[in-house]
């Protein structure tokens, strides 16, 4: 759902990363496509109540449409990276995921073939944390309020897409506290005798920025229903006048 309001502000809601139906999909890849429009829009709400997770690519994609492909190679270079515990069950599980994109699972199937362990091997992407931050902000799109909307079902990748716009000077986190995670994800489970079942993990962070393991904090919180959108509305455009919000 995309929707105007305020004077000039945009409404874009996003409750997951991981699309369960074509009209999802479709609505996931209009963003990405489409996300360079936006930057004429001031400010933005990403709205990510009941978002638990799904694949970070999906805000990537978003990202890159509003800074451009620059800034969000900064707001991405973080040391932080995950790997997949290769086994013939798990790659059979990742299948099953709607959040985990056919190419990876090609090169996954491909990996276990040249028997590695993990999968990817070794991390893909180079870090340069020493760029500077006010440097890296000049490569951006888009220099306006940028309001974070959450709530406690915010999970796993929607964590990630919080952590990534940690880095934007104007971004402002809002609503209610996050979830939580551990460095460890992406529950399997394998039945046993008399009826038991075993759960396992199949994936794990490396050198994981804190930030991301949650909870993130509202630096204004909604003290009512989060539920209500109309009413989420007109506090967001009420915040728009406090001189902390003020781009």
């Not at 940690?166 to 995670?181: E, K, V």
């Not at 204004?220 to 539920?227: A, H, L, P, T, V």
Request: include cysteine; hydrophobic fraction near 35%.
């Amino acid at each position: 759902r995309i929707a105007p309001f305020g004077k000039n502000g945009l409404w874009i809601s996003i409750p997951s990363l991981e699309p369960r139906s074509p009209s999802a999909i479709r609505f996931l890849s209009f963003l990405g496509r489409n996300a360079s429009q936006f930057r004429h829009y001031k400010p933005l709400v990403i709205d990510v109540r009941g978002n638990g997770g799904g694949n970070s690519t999906w805000a990537k994609n978003i990202l890159d449409g509003l800074f451009g492909i620059h800034y969000t190679r900064y707001l991405l270079d973080y040391p932080q990276w995950s790997q997949w515990k290769l086994s013939p069950q798990n790659i059979h599980y990742m299948k099953k995921f709607r959040r985990v994109l056919p190419y990876q699972i090609k090169q996954a199937e491909q990996a276990l073939a040249r028997g590695q362990v993990f999968y990817p091997q070794h991390k893909t992407t180079e870090v340069n944390q020493k760029t500077h931050s006010k440097t890296a902000l000049k490569t951006a799109h888009y220099h306006h309020r940028i309001y974070f909307l959450m709530d406690h079902q915010c999970f796993s990748s929607c964590l990630l897409f919080a952590t990534y716009l940690s880095r934007y000077p104007h971004t402002a986190y809002i609503g209610l506290p996050t979830d939580s995670q551990t460095q460890y994800g992406e529950v399997a489970s394998m039945p046993l005798p008399a009826g038991a079942t075993f759960f396992y993990t199949m994936k794990v962070f490396r050198h994981m920025d804190p930030a991301f393991l949650g909870p993130y904090q509202p630096q204004f919180r909604f003290n009512g229903d989060i539920n209500q959108t109309k009413k989420l509305m007109t506090w967001v455009i009420s915040l728009e006048k406090h001189s902390e919000f003020k781009s």
